[in-house]
């Protein structure tokens, strides 16, 4: 498959690179100013950049190669995969070919960033060993707390029932907070309920999204109009500044939606391709499964190794008498090396939760590569694909990623810093600390969606981060619009399906509880019960989606580096694809290209 893959951009629509380099080559002659052939464009419909001679309308659909002509004649090979091709003026005034867009290639198997890779894996286990030398102090410091916690609660409650008691001495007791907790049944009813149900309902939506993907994406652009509409109306007499707001905002999603109508097609194609993917490659969904395990397991790690550090005598500094009002009331906080060190756990606990999700969008992004070059390495529960993509992601590229996790943990962690120091009753500059805050938040959130593109170009290629930086900004540069829009529309419909099926979780365990249980003896708990139903339905289906979300952005850049390869493995599809294309973006598809071949013209 990797050697498929490796020469995917070597071929001109069946016409093998040195004949069409020739062939251009061929139409200059010493004689003549114009060459014969008049246009090239590459790949219009079928998703690649455009290729056009000065003052030529004609063009045509094909595969990317790595030759460039020069205004001489002699053509120059990269080594690189594929490449567009732009008009640009020869040395000599007249027109000439050369390429400046390189499509990817399949690098060979090796560790990138490296240094990254192994900064990470000292602060992991550097962490797991600390909650292991001071986790079993700290779990017993904060027993303790809680003792104390529920021993305070308890007085007071029995304060309460004491003084509620009638002229006669008699009282309910306690009976009010302890005597309706629900027993085991209960909880057990709606965690195995909800477990069921959430995968369940996940797998249905995923057929019924296959077979309805335009109409779907349609109405979920439609829910948020009538939503944000409905916000307005609400907030105008309440609140009139919001309410002003939302309207604007439902003004402006009314013109997105009427001017994005005829791109629902290339959207709902995206959508479909990538739920083929996950479903036909089920066990990406058991590694992202681990993987939330993984998150679960690392932030109880986390906890005990931050609390017992912080408990530490050398990690405090008594507060002097005059000073300890403004500590609540504490005599001791952290010194210089506690702060520095919360910090740094701090660091720690966003870094490791970026790295292990984007681990999951890279091994995404490979097993959608293979079933995009190599469709029978892709086609099984727990294929090939599944488990090289995700070996490779947590190998070779662990630098990769934890590179770009970097970036945007240590933005995370200086919106948390400013956001506390907002915060702050005894800070002067809150306002200021607020809107830098605010900053961040919004820089933060293009970076994450910057990476969210480079981490598929390293599952997809095996780049470092750096290169596949380079590459997202190369595929902005031709395609930009196009991944934005067919991004957005998509996501807009998982969120709202994801949300449908938390809460029809939520409700199932409701219901299931009331046969359990009967609604007098649970009181307010059925409430809990809808909420921990309502949980667990949006985390596990929250899974499914986020694989389909990273899915469709990984044939989005599939579609613009190989669109012939695609229609070689998967000819039905890639025709769908291809008229979608067109349609959504007419501008781009010009027809067909004219070539000169063994002295006369031919149409490729």
């Known amino acids: 498959g990797n050697d498929k893959k490796k020469h995917h951009g070597q071929r001109y629509a069946g016409v093998p690179t040195d004949t069409v380099a020739s062939a251009v080559a061929s139409t200059h002659d010493d004689d003549m100013s114009l060459p014969i052939a008049t246009a090239v464009t590459l790949s219009g419909a079928s998703g690649g950049g455009t290729a056009s001679r000065r003052g030529s309308s004609s063009s045509a659909s094909t595969s990317q190669t790595p030759t460039t002509v020069k205004q001489d004649g002699t053509t120059t090979n990269s080594k690189k995969g594929g490449a567009n091709i732009h008009d640009v003026a020869g040395t000599d005034g007249n027109e000439g070919i050369q390429i400046t867009w390189e499509k990817g290639e399949v690098q060979q198997p090796a560790f990138r960033d490296v240094w990254f890779a192994i900064a990470f894996v000292v602060h992991l286990v550097a962490v797991l060993g600390t909650s292991v ?67 369940t309902l996940s797998l249905l939506t995923l057929g019924v999204m296959s077979r309805n993907a335009a109409s779907l994406i349609r109405a979920s652009l439609y829910f948020s109009v009538v939503l944000c509409g409905m916000a307005a109306l609400v907030f105008l007499p309440l609140a009139p500044p919001a309410g002003i707001l939302y309207l604007i905002m439902t003004g402006c999603l009314i013109c997105y939606a009427r001017s994005v109508q005829h791109k629902i097609p290339f959207a709902a194609c995206n959508l479909t391709c990538a739920i083929r993917v996950v479903k036909a490659n089920l066990g990406i969904a058991l590694v992202a499964l681990g993987v939330l395990v993984a998150l679960v397991a690392f932030s109880f790690s986390w906890i005990l190794a931050f609390v017992g550090t912080m408990s530490l005598d050398a990690m405090k500094e008594p507060v002097p008498m005059d000073q300890q009002q403004y500590n609540n009331g504490n005599d001791e906080e952290l010194n210089s090396l506690g702060g520095g060190l919360a910090l740094l756990f701090l660091l720690s606990f966003y870094w490791t939760h970026q790295v292990l999700q984007n681990i999951l ?113 190369n595929l902005f540069k031709t395609r930009g619009w196009t991944a934005i829009i067919a991004d957005n529309l998509v996501n807009r419909l998982l969120g709202i399906v994801c949300l449908t099926i938390g809460l029809l979780t939520g409700v199932a365990t409701l219901l299931a509880a009331l046969l359990v249980e009967e609604l007098e003896s649970t009181g307010g708990w059925l409430g809990a019960g809808f909420t921990v139903g309502f949980v667990i339905g949006l985390v596990l289906s929250g899974i499914v989606m986020g694989l389909l979300s990273s899915a469709v952005d990984s044939i989005i850049v599939c579609f613009a580096e190989a669109p012939n390869e695609f229609a070689e493995s998967h000819p039905s599809l890639a025709q769908e694809m291809q008229t979608a294309w067109s349609a959504a973006w007419p501008e781009e598809f010009r027809g067909v290209a004219i070539v000169a071949l063994g002295g006369g013209l031919g149409i490729v």
Not at 169 to 177: Q, V
Not at 463 to 471: C, F, H, L, R, V
């Open 133 to 199: 030398v001071l986790g079993p102090a700290a779990w017993s410091t904060m027993k303790e707390e809680a003792e104390e916690e529920t021993d305070a609660n308890g007085n007071a409650d029995a304060n309460i029932n004491t003084d509620d008691r009638d002229e006669d001495g008699n009282g309910d007791g306690s009976d009010n907070t302890t005597s309706n907790i629900p027993g085991a049944d209960f909880w057990i009813t709606v965690v195995t309920i909800a477990t069921i149900a959430a995968p």
């Open 361 to 473: 969008r890279s091994s995404v992004a490979g097993v959608v590569g293979t079933w995009w070059f190599t469709p029978l390495e892709a086609s099984s529960f727990c294929s090939p694909a599944v488990r090289d993509s995700f070996l490779r992601s947590s190998t070779y590229s662990l630098g990769s990623v934890a590179f770009g996790s970097l970036i945007v943990a240590i933005l995370q962690l200086l919106r948390s810093i400013l956001r506390s120091a907002a915060n702050d009753r005894n800070n002067r500059n809150g306002i200021l600390h607020c809107i830098a805050a605010c900053i961040l938040l919004y820089l933060e959130r293009i970076v994450e969606y910057f990476n969210k593109w480079a981490y598929i170009y390293v599952g997809l290629y095996g780049y470092d981060y750096i290169s596949a930086g380079k590459k997202v900004m």
